[in-house]
């Protein structure tokens, strides 16, 4: 099991924004997770990553905590948008070789195959022409693609995308959901937030409906019925 | 003899060169996370280490150091708690430096032109020991800088993302606060504690206008640092009665226009070069 909530219950105020969370998450599964704004689909994440810590219950992640330093080694994970001040030029290359660090460990230095890596997930998400761009003058489409690239160079155990398809045109959409399908079938567990499953309808495997604290699996054909992307946006 | 050559103007340019290399090194870090006030503070901070060294008797040196750390790891504290989101908490801490560096060194009778050194820098008075630990300090904060590269980058760049990823945050920000210290005691001397964080911003914002990548304005920063020190000595002493230290850092903000114009006109030229 990658991932595991058992009666995981959070919240930011006194109202829980999820409440008696279970789920699982096994390797190789591609999971969209939809919801309205402010359901708690970025929260879900976040206790996954162990940047927040549940008031109840227990999550596992790869067979250990989430704040286990080796444990978050094996994740990648894209925030929704650019978090980054753009004080100073960045290079494409140098955001997702940043995403490499982690995983080399203190001490050690790049090497070939690192930077072969880099180049890897650069080409992956079709930026190869643009790597020495800064990453500031690029679209917000673009920077999307850097930072899905960032998650993407570890060659991680667990993908965790949020919104990763914002910004970034219609056109691209499908390669990137087959790059992150292809990774699902390598064994990785993928886990992309979305307010439009259609991005991930061919590749993914289930759609997990966050709603007033629950999660509930539903189908394209139901998410549409009873989820109108419309009014989540 | 030439005066620009006079060995208490070479010492003075070597100190400044590596003050130059080391300083907007670190500024590089501390400006991609907007922390470029952290450097004053530690630097108002080190003023009272200064005068609670000189009324102890011990090098003015060491105890900017001793208190330019304690300053260091107390503001990393403040930052990470999420106290210092308004510049209230950081204000407080530069003016409690400074008023107890000088109540400190009035009661001994001690606020004189020494204090001013050390305020505003006086390099041509800096002694071989003194070269030698500025030296020590510059190589350990870039030695370090080198070992951690990598690291510092990925949380300068994103700390969530790199905490969420492993790194171990809360180390590197220590790390990082504690260089910035380091620096603060060695640019004492050279542009004064006052001017020291001068160095650590005003040559990265000029690499920030010549690079398209962080290593690149690292590099620009370096040359823009050096340049800025010894042109600035060297201004100083052709016109005689100059402070160094002010010269240095006016120097730095000189280079930072021409680099804003010749920026200015690269970017369009690589505007024109892309769209054809």
Same mark, same amino acid.
């Given at each position: 099991?990658?991932?595991?909530?058992?009666?995981?219950?959070?919240?930011?105020?006194?109202?829980?924004? #999820?409440?008696?969370?279970?789920?699982?998450?096994?390797?190789?599964?591609?999971?969209?997770?939809?919801?309205?704004?402010?359901?708690?689909?970025?929260?879900?994440?976040?206790?996954?990553?162990? #940047?927040?810590?549940?008031?109840?219950?227990?999550?596992?992640?790869?067979?250990?905590?989430?704040?286990?330093?080796?444990?978050?080694?094996?994740?990648?994970?894209?925030?929704?948008?650019?978090?980054?001040?753009?004080?100073?030029?960045?290079?494409?290359?140098?955001?997702?070789?940043?995403?490499?660090?982690?995983?080399?460990?203190?001490?050690?230095?790049?090497?070939? #195959?690192?930077?072969?890596?880099?180049?890897?997930?650069?080409?992956?998400?079709? #930026?190869?022409?643009?790597?020495?761009?800064?990453?500031?003058?690029?679209?917000?489409?673009?920077?999307?693609?850097?930072?899905?690239?960032?998650?993407?160079?570890?060659?991680?155990?667990?993908?965790?995308?949020?919104?990763?398809?914002?910004?970034?045109?219609?056109?691209?959409?499908?390669?990137?959901?087959?790059?992150?399908?292809?990774?699902?079938?390598?064994?990785?567990?993928?886990?992309?937030?979305?307010?439009?499953?259609?991005?991930?309808?061919?590749?993914?495997?289930?759609?997990?409906?966050?709603?007033?604290?629950?999660?509930?699996?539903?189908?394209?054909?139901?998410?549409?019925?009873?989820?109108?992307?419309?009014?989540?946006? | 003899?030439?005066?620009?050559?006079?060995?208490?103007?070479?010492?003075?340019?070597?100190?400044?060169?590596?003050?130059?290399?080391?300083?907007?090194?670190?500024?590089?870090?501390?400006?991609?996370?907007?922390?470029?006030?952290?450097?004053?503070?530690?630097?108002?901070?080190?003023?009272?280490? $200064?005068?609670?060294?000189?009324?102890?008797?011990?090098?003015?040196?060491?105890?900017?150091?001793?208190?330019?750390?304690?300053?260091?790891?107390?503001?990393?504290?403040?930052?990470?708690?999420?106290?210092?989101?308004?510049?209230?908490?950081?204000?407080?801490?530069?003016?409690?430096?400074?008023?107890?560096?000088?109540?400190?060194?009035?009661?001994?009778?001690?606020?004189?032109?020494?204090?001013?050194?050390?305020?505003?820098? /006086?390099?041509?008075?800096?002694?071989?020991?003194?070269?030698?630990?500025?030296?020590?300090?510059?190589?350990?904060?870039?030695?370090?800088?080198?070992?951690?590269?990598?690291?510092?980058?990925?949380?300068?760049?994103?700390?969530?993302?790199?905490?969420?990823?492993?790194?171990?945050?809360?180390?590197?920000?220590?790390?990082?606060? $504690?260089? $910035?210290?380091?620096?603060?005691?060695?640019?004492?001397?050279?542009?004064?504690?006052?001017?020291?964080?001068?160095?650590?911003?005003?040559?990265?914002?000029?690499? /920030?206008?010549?690079?398209?990548?962080?290593?690149?304005?690292?590099?620009?920063?370096?040359?823009?640092?050096?340049? /800025?020190?010894?042109?600035?000595?060297?201004?100083?002493?052709?016109?005689?009665?100059?402070?160094?230290?002010?010269?240095?850092?006016?120097?730095?903000?000189?280079?930072?226009?021409?680099?804003?114009?010749?920026?200015?006109?690269?970017?369009?030229?690589?505007?024109?070069?892309?769209?054809?």
């Amino acid at each position: 099991m990658t991932v595991a909530f058992e009666n995981v219950r959070f919240g930011y105020g006194a109202a829980p924004t #999820l409440e008696g969370v279970d789920l699982r998450w096994r390797a190789g599964e591609f999971i969209v997770l939809a919801g309205a704004n402010g359901s708690g689909k970025s929260t879900l994440l976040k206790l996954s990553l162990g #940047l927040l810590k549940p008031q109840a219950g227990t999550i596992e992640v790869l067979g250990g905590s989430p704040f286990e330093a080796g444990i978050r080694r094996r994740t990648g994970y894209a925030p929704q948008g650019l978090r980054m001040a753009t004080s100073l030029p960045v290079s494409v290359t140098e955001v997702v070789a940043a995403g490499l660090a982690p995983s080399k460990g203190l001490f050690s230095r790049m090497g070939r #195959l690192d930077w072969r890596k880099v180049n890897a997930a650069i080409d992956a998400v079709g #930026l190869g022409d643009l790597s020495a761009e800064c990453l500031f003058e690029l679209s917000g489409g673009q920077q999307q693609r850097a930072i899905l690239a960032r998650a993407l160079v570890g060659d991680p155990s667990l993908l965790l995308l949020d919104e990763p398809t914002t910004g970034i045109d219609r056109g691209l959409r499908p390669a990137l959901a087959a790059e992150l399908r292809r990774r699902a079938d390598a064994g990785a567990t993928v886990v992309a937030v979305s307010h439009d499953p259609d991005d991930f309808h061919e590749v993914s495997d289930r759609i997990l409906v966050i709603q007033d604290g629950q999660i509930t699996q539903i189908t394209h054909a139901e998410f549409h019925t009873h989820f109108d992307p419309g009014a989540a946006k | 003899m030439n005066i620009l050559f006079a060995n208490f103007v070479v010492r003075a340019y070597v100190a400044g060169a590596l003050v130059g290399i080391a300083a907007p090194t670190i500024g590089c870090f501390l400006v991609q996370r907007k922390l470029s006030l952290i450097g004053d503070g530690m630097g108002h901070l080190a003023f009272a280490g $200064v005068a609670i060294g000189v009324a102890l008797g011990f090098s003015p040196v060491w105890g900017a150091l001793v208190m330019a750390i304690l300053g260091a790891l107390l503001l990393e504290r403040l930052r990470a708690r999420g106290r210092l989101s308004s510049d209230l908490s950081l204000a407080l801490i530069f003016y409690f430096g400074i008023a107890l560096g000088v109540v400190v060194l009035s009661a001994t009778g001690k606020f004189n032109a020494t204090a001013f050194g050390v305020l505003f820098g /006086s390099p041509f008075s800096t002694t071989d020991y003194e070269l030698v630990v500025i030296l020590a300090l510059c190589i350990l904060v870039l030695a370090v800088t080198a070992v951690f590269y990598k690291e510092l980058l990925a949380v300068a760049l994103d700390e969530e993302t790199a905490r969420a990823s492993g790194l171990p945050v809360d180390q590197l920000n220590v790390l990082l606060v $504690v260089m $910035v210290a380091l620096l603060v005691a060695a640019g004492m001397r050279v542009v004064g504690l006052l001017l020291i964080a001068a160095l650590m911003v005003v040559p990265v914002a000029t690499g /920030s206008r010549l690079a398209h990548s962080f290593r690149g304005a690292m590099y620009w920063a370096v040359g823009a640092g050096v340049l /800025s020190a010894l042109l600035g000595v060297v201004i100083a002493v052709e016109q005689g009665s100059l402070a160094p230290g002010g010269s240095i850092v006016l120097t730095s903000i000189g280079l930072f226009f021409v680099a804003a114009v010749v920026g200015r006109r690269a970017a369009r030229l690589h505007t024109r070069g892309g769209g054809q």
